[in-house]
């Protein structure tokens, strides 16, 4: 046997490196951090932004789940015309056509133009023509806004169904089948949660 041969108790452990910093080395990381940094800073201020406009969809649609919860409601049908008109009066929009505001104004211009000329013979001032909010839309008019602003074909008599639900007597809301009420409820529903604004 060898006497030279070394022990195990003369083993010593060896150093380890420093421990390799997770920190970037070069300033070219630093600057793609703080790209990343503002680009999630603009995201989430835009998302805010985004949640904020919703609000008036998120109310909309916790009204018609009121609503579509009594159905069978003469009233809740009633409201249906009324929550849409509603809803797209609140629309966030760049257009001025559609602007809630010109409406208030026009439907003003309006109202006092008919309390100053309240004879036949005498046109209507301009800014009684300016009327072209949603809320002076009627049958066919209000049937291409809302086909203009959901991205879903809505029924063709869609307008038309809703003008029934707003005037039509009593009698004929009450023999409405279930299955159209409902129908009618849902497609309210897809137009609150799918319409497009141009904001």
Same mark, same amino acid.
């Given at each position: ?29 630093? /600057?793609?951090? *703080? /790209? ?10 835009? +998302?805010?932004?985004? %949640?904020?406009?919703? !609000? ?11 609503? +579509?919860?009594? &159905? ?13 008109? +509603? /809803? ?9 056509? %559609?602007?809630?505001? &010109?409406?208030? /104004? ?7 133009? +008919? ?17 072209? *909010? &949603? ?6 008019? %209000?049937?291409?806004?809302?086909? !203009? ?32 009420? !409902? ?7 897809? %137009? ?8």
């Amino acid at each position: 046997m060898n006497p030279n041969i070394p022990s195990i108790d003369q083993l010593k452990e060896l150093g380890l490196p420093a421990p390799v910093s997770y920190a970037p080395q070069t300033w070219g990381w630093w /600057v793609l951090l *703080g /790209v990343l940094l503002v680009l999630t800073l603009i995201i989430a201020v835009r +998302r805010y932004r985004q %949640w904020q406009r919703d !609000q008036y969809r998120r109310e909309a649609l916790a009204r018609l789940e009121q609503l +579509r919860s009594r &159905s069978d409601d003469l009233n809740a049908l009633r409201e249906l015309p009324e929550l849409l008109k +509603r /809803v797209a009066l609140s629309m966030p929009t760049q257009s001025p056509s %559609w602007n809630p505001i &010109s409406v208030g /104004v026009s439907l003003l211009a309006i109202a006092s133009s +008919r309390s100053t000329h309240s004879s036949t013979d005498r046109t209507p001032s301009r800014a009684g023509s300016l009327l072209q *909010g &949603s809320a002076a839309l009627g049958r066919e008019d %209000w049937q291409v806004f809302l086909q !203009q602003h959901c991205r879903k074909p809505l029924p063709a008599n869609f307008s038309a169904q809703l003008a029934q639900l707003a005037y039509a007597p009593d009698e004929v809301l009450r023999a409405l089948p279930a299955p159209q009420r !409902q129908s009618l409820f849902e497609t309210c529903q897809d %137009w609150v949660e799918h319409h497009h604004v141009a904001a």
